[in-house]
């Protein structure tokens, strides 16, 4: 096979796994936010492509970027200053000033990155409509500890209403890190708690950081999820995490609890880093969710698709006998599957024979990208355990490939006699698969 073949191969192995997570994602609302700094480096084209992609699959969006170093320059340029009061930014009028012209030069910008339709580029033929406005109500931080911080604020609320109506509309929300109070003040907000708040007022399905860096654990390798306690004992247990790190998985665990069902923290220098996320199995980045990843439970009419995909390549060697979609929608209660992000990776079917005390152990089958990872070994103990409680004492199966896999876990070998007597006059002698037995 030739290398173009090999590549277009891939390519369309690629697109077809990540075709549920298409399908899946459309008409979700997701809120991405991102440090100013994106802004200013030749790799923010791509994702303004990646951005315009998810817009044309059919996500609505909401972007919430950070404007940091536009502020730092405009304050330079006007000899101005922003002092830092434990940790908080205390925004005078001066400082104010320069917060607006920043954030206005950031809207603008993605305004104007998100207008492209050129040819022969990925925004070609694409028209986005980008709607801004007053939909972040604040209020005033206040005096903390002595320290009055003037223009610095925190979200009071926001207008979810206003924004589903924006976004029902098919147009890109864009609200830059300002609050609004109801006396007329503007305030200087936090992006990544601007986007925490929308994610949680709107029922958002994803909240979604780009940061400078990735979520790590002690020995240097990225986590690839946790839990909301698990972040906040993290930001508890690390002094030295970097703020726009740190205010990520604050709002991120925050939001999981308010029932935002994930977030996700990506490195943003890693290019594609967000469709890698979204449209891969495993991910790229960090996900803080409050449901279990993997979750194992008993199959549904609805996922006869995905047992008959996980059967096919070990019917086709021989290893199962072929079940026809009929004869699964008939026996859907005896199986039990394990869904990983919506996707059943993994299956296996108990059929007991309470007459005789007896269960039969058929169709585990594990995803190939999760072989060895234990799912089978999850699976028969799930289901030992259920033959157990219903009052059975032996497992059987038949196996004609698979007989070592069986025989190290427990199963013995055992005559066709042993059987079931319904179970041994549906025996295909011709097939002449082994019988294994094991007492529970």
Known sequence: MSTTQDKDLGFADWFRQSSPYIHAHRGKIFVLSFGGEALNEPGFAHLIHD??????LGIHLVLVPGARPQIEQHLTERGADMQIVNGLRVTDDPALACVKQANGSVRLEIEAQLSMSLANSPMAGVRI??????????????????????????????DAAALHGLLDSG????????????????????AADVAGAVAIALGADKLIFLTESCVEDSRGPRIGSMFPDEAEQLLAQRKNIPEDLGRALHNAAAACRAGVDRAHILNRHHDGILLSELFTRDGAGTRVKTKPREATRTAQIGDIGAILALLAPLEATGALVKRSRERLEKEIDHFTVVERDGTVIACAALYPYRDDGLAELACVAVHPDYRGSGHGNALLSRLENSARANGLSRLFVLSTRTTHWYRERGFQPAPVDRLPKQRRDL?????GSKVFVKPL
């Open 171 to 190: 147009a890109i929300a864009l609200l830059p890190s300002l609050g609004y109070s109801p006396t007329g003040e503007v305030f200087n907000l936090s």
């Open 129 to 158: 409509w980008v709607g801004s406005g007053n939909f972040v109500v604040a209020r005033p931080l206040g005096v903390i500890d002595g320290t009055d911080y003037l223009h610095t604020g925190e979200v009071r609320r926001i």
């Open 427 to 431: 025996y295909n002698w011709q097939r």
């Open 51 to 56: 951005i315009a992609l998810l817009n044309g």
